[in-house]
């Protein structure tokens, strides 16, 4: 672990050596806010909560974390920094795991900086903070989700657009897959047992039980199973384009 954590810590400097990382939480953070007052009708709901923020959150990251993601494995193929990276004494899941979690941490921080919403909320009410923490942490996981598919996107091209438009489309496969759009092409012909398991895909359904304060365990399992195979999906990727 402690190669993931060299890599991780350099990763995460990168990011604040350029403006990108300034540019992407300013955009972020200027959204958010746009989204939750004005689509959102914050003050107009009259409610002490902060739903209005959550209900965009997955939307907001959608083409947002695509947008991050692109470069983690795209960029190094290019440059042909991947095979400097390689002959340092590193495995490949050590750096799959490294920039993932930096990519993570550096989104953790861009979500923490809406904290001021959370201090309006609890200054004009008195909302329920353990239903907004936890939608805090639904957040977290949900954003973890979309930069594993986003990391296994960009390992698949050295085009950074590519890499974004890839996992762009995915992420909104997994985002609409349990709403009835979806659902109601496959219940003319499918059996019900596939019906309901791409229903349980969805990542929506299990960041909205999370939003409500509901921490449910399949939800946890959900997102580190996720997560998970996508990272190991990254990985075997690396290696099978090693010689590309």
Not at 143 to 168: D, E, K, P, W, Y
Request: net charge neutral.
């Amino acid at each position: 672990m402690r190669n993931v954590g060299i890599i991780m810590r350099r990763e995460l400097v990168s990011y604040f050596a350029t403006p990108l990382a300034y540019v992407f939480i300013l955009i972020f953070l200027v959204l958010a806010n746009a989204l939750t007052f004005y689509l959102g009708g914050f003050y107009e709901l009259g409610q002490a909560d902060l739903n209005p923020f959550f209900v965009f959150i997955p939307w907001l990251y959608l083409f947002l974390i695509p947008a991050l993601s692109m470069k983690l494995w795209a960029e190094e193929r290019k440059s042909g920094s991947i095979e400097l990276l390689m002959t340092q004494p590193v495995s490949m899941r050590d750096a799959v795991l490294g920039k993932f979690l930096a990519a993570w941490i550096f989104t953790a921080l861009a979500l923490a900086l809406t904290f001021p919403l959370w201090i309006t909320v609890n200054y004009l009410g008195h909302p329920d903070n353990g239903a907004i923490l936890a939608a805090y942490l639904g957040s977290l996981l949900l954003a973890g989700g979309f930069l594993a598919i986003g990391s296994c996107m960009s390992a698949l091209t050295r085009n950074q657009v590519i890499a974004f438009i890839l996992g762009v489309v995915c992420c909104f496969a997994f985002l609409l897959a349990g709403y009835p759009l979806v659902l109601d092409v496959f219940r003319g012909w499918a059996p019900q047992a596939l019906t309901d398991a791409i229903a349980s895909l969805s990542f929506y359904a299990h960041f909205d039980s999370i939003k409500k304060g509901v921490i449910d365990v399949r939800d946890l399992l959900y997102f580190a199973m996720l997560i998970s195979l996508f990272l190991l999906a990254t990985g075997i990727t690396l290696e099978l384009r090693k010689a590309d």
